[in-house]
């Protein structure tokens, strides 16, 4: 009987977090650029966001991030065979920062990768660990969003530079069995999107074969807006029609903290409530891949998010790139 079928599935062990010591309020980049707290607060929610110091490279927190999840799963590092990192400002053009973050919790078996997909890499992350595990091929995935925006910014363009912040989120997502249906615990679905067209909206202006320097962002925030409200919503559809599910089971909203405008109009449009939405943008700014991570680290920690909890996870990022994943908690 198909209703009985044992399927894999990977499931949510622990969640954990690392930011920079430094905190950077609008008031202090009102020091540096022309602008306002009262501007960035009404156009993006943004108050503070945490600015990596020199020793604090994308892998250093990564590891961090990681630690704290084993530590919140129960696990040691010595279960994990998949490491996946998103990000798009690793320490190096190579080798990736998941082997880094390898070495540094002394794991030398199994496998580990970057994946880039700018701000929905998370996404995109778990889009691709929860398939090796799925397989059989893996059993327990360390999946991490880590960055280190403050340093690809052009601290002279007021129109990006208030927007990012720096830091690290991780889950350890490990091997579960379910039985096909949505109650199971783990990831239930998820749904990844791109669309290289749009490069010239969102893009950093430098790189290994190009100009041979490592770049700073540019964006034309106004076109990226248009753009993302629709694409969220879109691959958040897929998500409900392939699981039978609708914004009312939802238990928790857990989007990419690019800007409040964004997560709240988002939320509005698929008739999700807003008592249900996780915002950290207010303190974190956009950590691109590590916003979800660190928005989830937040709520698990608080209590909020609980096991048996239905979370919607999404993001929109350069490329551009877009995804969606309903993970039962
Ligand atoms: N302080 C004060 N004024 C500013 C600032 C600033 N920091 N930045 C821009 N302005 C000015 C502009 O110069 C412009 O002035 P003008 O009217 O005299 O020309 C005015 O404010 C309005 O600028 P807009 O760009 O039209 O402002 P908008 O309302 O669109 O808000 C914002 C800008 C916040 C960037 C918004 O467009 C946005 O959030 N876009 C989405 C960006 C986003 O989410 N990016 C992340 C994607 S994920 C990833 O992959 C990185």
């Known amino acids: 009987m198909s209703e009985m079928r044992k399927v894999q599935r990977s499931v ?9 010591e430094k905190r ?3 008031a202090d980049l009102e020091k540096i650029v022309d602008t306002t707290d009262e501007w960035i607060v009404q156009r993006t929610g943004i108050r503070e966001r945490r600015i990596a110091g020199p020793g604090e490279t994308t892998s250093v927190l ?4 990681a630690q704290d999840a084993l530590a919140k799963a129960g696990r040691s590092a010595a279960d994990v065979d998949l490491i996946v990192v ?5 320490d190096y053009t190579f080798p990736s920062t998941a082997t880094q973050v390898q070495a540094a919790l002394g794991i030398t078996r199994g496998a580990a990768f970057d994946v880039q997909a700018v701000c929905s890499g998370f996404v995109y992350a778990i889009a691709i660990a929860d398939k090796f595990i799925a397989s059989g091929s893996h059993d327990c995935a360390l999946v991490i969003g880590a960055e280190t925006f403050s340093r690809i910014l052009d601290w002279q363009d007021r129109t990006t530079c208030v927007l990012f912040g720096d830091g690290a989120g991780a889950i350890v997502l490990a091997r579960g069995e379910g ?3 949505i109650s199971d615990r783990g990831v239930l679905t998820t749904h990844l999107r791109s669309d290289g067209r749009h490069r010239e909206k969102l ?8 100009t041979g320097t490592v770049g700073h962002l540019r964006m034309s925030g106004r076109d990226v807006f248009r753009h993302a409200v629709g694409m969220v919503t879109d691959v958040m559809t897929d998500a409900f029609a392939a699981t039978g599910t609708s914004a009312q089971d939802l238990a928790w909203f857990v989007p990419h903290q690019a800007n409040e405008r964004i997560i709240d109009a988002s939320a509005e449009k698929l008739g999700i409530a807003p008592e249900k939405i996780v915002k950290t943008v207010h303190t974190h700014g956009n950590t691109s891949a590590a916003s979800i991570p660190l928005a989830l680290s937040v709520a698990c920690g608080d209590g909020r998010i609980k096991r048996g909890d239905l979370v919607m996870l999404e993001a929109m ?5 877009w995804g969606s994943a309903l993970v039962r908690w």
């Open 317 to 321: 990022g350069g490329g551009f790139t």
């Open 62 to 65: 990564a590891t961090g991030a």
């Open 203 to 210: 893009f950093v202006d430098g790189g290994p074969s190009t």
């Open 86 to 90: 998103a990000t798009s400002t690793p």
């Open 24 to 26: 950077v309020t609008n």
């Open 179 to 181: 039985e096909g249906k």
């Open 12 to 20: 949510v062990e622990g969640v954990g977090a690392r930011l920079p």
